[in-house]
């Protein structure tokens, strides 16, 4: 294979699935999904060279370009799941495609519905579409931060995957990662952009896991907090869920309503989460505590339910609006999204109420001027 058209055509899916994540979480006409979708166009121009069309197929996991299959990577297995959902088996991009219609590519890729019936080819974008399935597939899907290393990352897996094992961890490993976050968030690093590539995930995956690590720094440094106590703070947010693994999957992926018995045993997860980490030796305990405490509210009226005169941990009360605020954006890939506007007016009337007033003004405020920036 040649290497280097190997890496071309992984820039051009990685543009692509920027775009579309952008897309979900801004209009399509927002500045930076511009940026992304000029810059997709470009690469696709440049992959072309002389020849007349390049084509994508979706295999699996898999992305295949003009006979290149893209050696698994976060964005090729993304792109190739929302091409799926999509309906889309393959696609052909003629030389003479224009912006436009890499734009209402992006779209495409970027919509929130199941079904393949908005996926119209265009003069120069032709779709081949593919049985739709809309089964639940859930797993193996690899965090893609961008400014972790391989280490890292394997650092992360391999802390993830003994949590899912319930096996005790070495806290140390991703202390360092959490420690490294902070140190490029201080450089101009915007974590909303972070988050963006990883969205449409299992509850309890990475993603989530480091959305609400990285949305708890944030709210940690715009605090005055620093040093270890701003790592913890972090680590609080990345072990949050952990009693999620004590649940069972069907209850954790049931697409509607919890009856009343599976609810009991959902409201489960902070307590078992709590004395899981209570095993793992060095976890702060703040991380031990939001655990146990990210679903309790402000008010107390949440769960596991407390004595009246219970003091909230200020980490837990900073993690439950990560939590929330991660959550509402990160709807699942068939419902529909939920734009900033949106989410700010549910977050302001929980404020005081199951989220505290001040922690989630100072959240809104943080998040307004990155999303600007943006
Ligand atoms: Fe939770
Ligand atoms: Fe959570």
Redesign the pocket.
Known sequence: MNRDRSGIYQEIVRQLVMAASTATLYAIDHPQVSRLCEAADKSIKEAMGGETEIALIAIGDEIIIDEVPLKGSYYSERLARQLKARGIGHLKILHKVTPAEIRQLIVTISRNKPGGDDARSTENIRFGKVEVRHSDEKGQEIAGYEDLTEDELGTLINTFDKIAERESFDVSGITNIVTGFVGAIRNQFNPLLALVPLREMD?YTFT?SLD?CVLNLVQGMTLGIDGPLLADIGLAGML??AGKIFIDREVLNKPGKLDETEMEHMRSHPRRGAEYLLGCPGIPRIAILSSFEHHIKFNLTGYPSVSSDWQLALPSQMTMIS?IFD?MRTRRIYQTSLDFDYIERVLLEKAGTELNPYLTRNFLKVMKRLSVEL
């Open positions: 509850e989530h609400v949050h869920d939590d959550a």
